[in-house]
C-alpha cells in the first residue's frame, strides 16, 4: 500500500499540482473560510469560531457556542461539513506533495518516515468535526466530558500539525546544511 501512495504522489507532485494547490489554499484561507466564519459569528460577541482555539475547557465552550445563537450554529454544521472538510483534505494533500518534493526529489532522506503523516489530519479533522456538530446540534443540552474531550483533541490536532512542520523544515534545513558542507569541501 505504501508503494501505491507512494507512486501516486510522486507523479502527481508536480510543480503545476503544488502551485494549484497552495492556490485553493490560499482562496481557502483568506475568501471562503472567512466567509462561512461570518455567517456564524455575525451578530455575536464572537471574533472566532471554537474549532480555531487551540485548546478550551468545557466551560470555555459552552458561553461561545451559546452567543452564536440557533442561527450561528446552525450555520457552523453546515460549514463544518463543507469548508472545513474540503479544506482539511487540502492543506493535507499539500504538506504531502511538498513532503514528496523535498523527499523523492530533493533526497531529503530525514523526511522519509513523514512523508504520509499529513493524510491523518483530515480523519482528526472529520472525528474533530463530527464530535463539534454533536454538541452544538444538542445544544442546549451539555456534554461537558465531551467538550473537555474535543478541546484536547483540537490541541492535539494543532499540536501535531506544528510537529509535522517543525520536523519538515528542520529536516529540509539539516540535509541542506549538509548538501552545502558536502559541495564546499
Request: proline share 3%; charged share 15%; aromatic share 18%.
Amino acid at each position: 500500500m505504501e508503494k501505491i501512495l507512494r507512486l501516486f504522489f510522486r507523479t502527481h507532485a508536480t510543480l503545476i499540482n503544488i502551485s494549484f494547490l497552495l492556490l485553493l489554499n490560499a482562496v481557502m484561507i483568506l475568501v471562503i473560510i472567512p466567509e462561512a466564519s461570518q455567517g456564524v459569528i455575525m451578530g455575536t460577541e464572537q471574533s472566532e469560531l471554537i474549532d480555531r482555539f487551540f485548546f478550551f475547557t468545557s466551560a470555555d465552550f459552552y458561553p461561545v457556542i451559546s452567543g452564536y445563537g440557533d442561527t450561528g450554529r446552525t450555520n457552523y454544521v453546515f460549514m463544518l461539513l463543507t469548508a472545513d472538510i474540503v479544506f482539511s483534505i487540502l492543506y493535507s494533500v499539500l504538506l504531502v506533495f511538498l513532503a514528496v518534493v523535498f523527499y523523492e526529489k530533493l533526497n531529503f532522506t530525514s523526511l522519509k518516515k513523514w512523508i504520509f503523516f499529513p493524510l491523518i489530519f483530515p480523519v482528526i479533522e472529520g472525528l474533530e468535526n463530527v464530535l463539534l456538530i454533536f454538541l452544538l446540534v444538542s445544544y442546549p443540552v451539555k456534554h461537558p466530558l465531551l467538550a473537555n474531550f474535543l478541546g484536547g483533541s483540537i490541541m492535539l490536532k494543532w499540536c501535531m500539525l506544528f510537529s509535522f512542520l517543525l520536523v519538515f523544515f528542520s529536516g529540509a534545513l539539516l540535509t541542506f546544511i549538509k548538501y552545502v558542507k558536502k559541495k564546499a569541501t
